[in-house]
């Protein structure tokens, strides 16, 4: 079974700064891509920015250059740090993996995509 857990949402000032952690943990074979995802109040989920294993990332166009993802393969860990926030950013966000799990004893393997639990980010202007 795998968990997605988020941790680091909170409310800040416009123009400050907020860093969302996300770990993976289960009978993990590998996780491509890493992605965060934000829900604004009344509107539809939409795509943050996504990493891969090999470190390449992309950004929805609202975000570039404000918010950075990385990631530790080693740890299972997503990051992404937000800059210069506005009050726009205001939404839940979530941690997203494509994740290969493989149970203990068994040869079967499973590509599935899993949600973390979301973590309320608030920008006051």
């Known amino acids: 079974q795998v968990r997605l857990v988020e941790s680091g949402g909170g409310l800040v000032q416009a123009g400050g700064s907020l860093r969302l952690s996300c770990a993976a943990s289960g009978n993990i074979v590998s996780i491509n891509p890493m992605a965060w995802y934000r829900q604004p109040p009344g509107q539809q989920r939409e795509l943050v920015g996504s990493i891969t294993s090999g470190g390449s990332t992309n950004y929805a166009d609202s975000v570039k250059g404000r918010f950075s993802i990385s990631r530790d393969n080693a740890k299972n860990t997503v990051s992404l740090q937000m800059n210069s926030l506005k009050p726009e950013d205001t939404a839940v966000y979530y941690c997203?993996?494509?994740?290969?799990?493989?149970?203990?004893?068994?040869?079967?393997?499973?590509?599935?995509?899993?949600w973390g639990q979301g973590t309320q980010v608030s920008v006051s202007s």
């Open positions: 997203n993996a494509r994740i290969l799990t493989q149970p203990p004893g068994s040869l079967r393997r499973t590509l599935s995509d899993y």
